[in-house]
């Protein structure tokens, strides 16, 4: 069987750790990458060629599918781009900064018949994926309430990242689209959402111009609720996804790693990653951030912890496995198609215009359906 040959656009902290995972598969090459500035160290070490633009790495006969790993703010164009030219795609969170861009990224894909997975990369870890089992086969009954939370205290910068500037990442509402995604993927898409909060604590030359405080409230219709809290501007750091249902719930630490059931009869604790060596390894980083808790950030100097390798390493071997002609499972289809990404995007573009009117609005009002 022939390799699947890979391309990689933007191989910064996080390009790099999809770059290694998909050349230690078997039948893989990461054929080419392109990045402006950091793609010398990672062609180096995958043997891969550097490109000079996303065009000239997206002609290519010899890649099949397209990795895009550059900032939040370009990725609509090497998506499209890949589209074009006839590539199935990976493409890493947040999909696009508005629904708008979503739309056409996955008309460029469903256009060509090529698949747009979207890297939401928090679905394959273990104990997200149990939860959702126990959910799915009624251990804790209707699911009535959700409550997400990442927060923490972003202290001065001596260089402020893009990550940190809203037109550039979208901010942490955007940046951090994991904990959205995953309250939708347990209770659908919301159909109202009302957002509070603003920048009320990192104002200056030392900080990007996100909102630091995001109090968010999300109505599913059928009297199912959700709450997100997501900022920088909290001294008690806290990173969790409580699932609430009329016979049992779930807490899933994000913080102190590990996974909780308690119903009536049952009271269980499970791992959140693949071993008990990697839930260590996130919950002593945490305990190590003190305050910052899950607001650290990499960068193209920085490397994937071991926890975050391993769901890397989960997801990249599924997208590879899509590539050499397994079928799409069940349990991942709405990051496949790219359909849950969107559906996350233009929850984030109610909530950013519910912010901004002051009022609550209807995620219909977004994606006109
Ligand atoms: N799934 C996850 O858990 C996770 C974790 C980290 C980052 N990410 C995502 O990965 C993407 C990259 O983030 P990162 O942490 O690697 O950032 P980074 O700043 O470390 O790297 C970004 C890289 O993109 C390059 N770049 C800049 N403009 C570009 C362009 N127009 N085209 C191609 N490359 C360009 C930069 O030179 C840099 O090397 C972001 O979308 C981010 O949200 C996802």
Not at 16 to 21: D, E, P
Not at 53 to 58: G, H, I, P, Q, T
Not at 130 to 138: C, T, V
Request: net charge negative; glycine share 10%; proline share 4%.
């Amino acid at each position: 069987m022939p390799d699947i040959g890979y391309g990689i656009v933007g191989t910064g902290y996080f390009g790099v750790a999809l770059g290694r995972a998909f050349h230690a598969l078997p039948n893989a090459r990461v054929v080419s990458v392109y990045d402006p500035e950091n793609a010398a160290p990672l062609a180096a070490e995958v043997g891969a060629c550097q490109e000079s633009s996303v065009e000239a790495l997206c002609a290519r006969d010899d890649i099949d599918a397209v990795v895009v790993a550059s900032p939040n703010w370009a990725h609509a164009e090497p998506v499209i781009a890949a589209a074009r030219n006839g590539k199935h795609i990976f493409c890493e969170k947040p999909i696009a900064l508005s629904y708008g861009d979503c739309s056409k990224m996955l008309a460029a894909a469903n256009d060509a018949g090529r698949i747009f997975m979207a890297g939401h990369v928090t679905q394959f870890m273990n104990g997200v994926r149990h939860a959702k089992a126990l959910i799915a086969d009624g251990t804790l009954g209707d699911i009535l309430y959700c409550r997400a939370v990442r927060t923490g205290w972003e202290d001065v910068q001596t260089e402020v990242s893009w990550k940190k500037k809203r037109d550039l990442s979208g901010g942490h509402l955007y940046h951090h689209i994991h904990e959205l995604d995953l309250v939708q993927s347990i209770m659908g898409p919301a159909t109202e959402a009302f957002m509070a909060g603003g920048n009320v604590a990192h104002k200056g030359p030392q900080f990007g111009d996100e909102d630091d405080l995001l109090l968010i409230t999300l109505g599913f219709g059928n009297d199912r609720f959700a709450t997100l809290e997501y900022g920088s501007a909290f001294r008690w750091p806290e990173h969790s996804v409580l699932i609430q249902g009329t016979k049992g719930a779930i807490f899933i630490d994000l913080q102190k790693a590990g996974v909780e059931l308690k119903t009536v009869d049952r009271q269980e604790r499970f791992l959140l990653h693949r071993s008990q060596e990697e839930d260590d390894d996130r919950s002593k980083i945490y305990a190590g951030n003190k305050t910052s808790g899950p607001i650290v950030y990499g960068n193209p100097s920085s490397e994937a912890p071991l926890w975050l390798q391993g769901i890397v390493e989960m997801e990249v071997e599924y997208f590879h496995g899509l590539m050499l002609g397994e079928p799409i499972s069940e349990e991942f289809s709405g990051l496949t198609d790219g359909s849950a990404a969107a559906a996350a995007i233009a929850t984030a573009d109610a909530l950013s215009l519910s912010i901004k009117e002051g009022r609550k609005v209807g995620v219909s009002e977004i994606t006109g359906q």
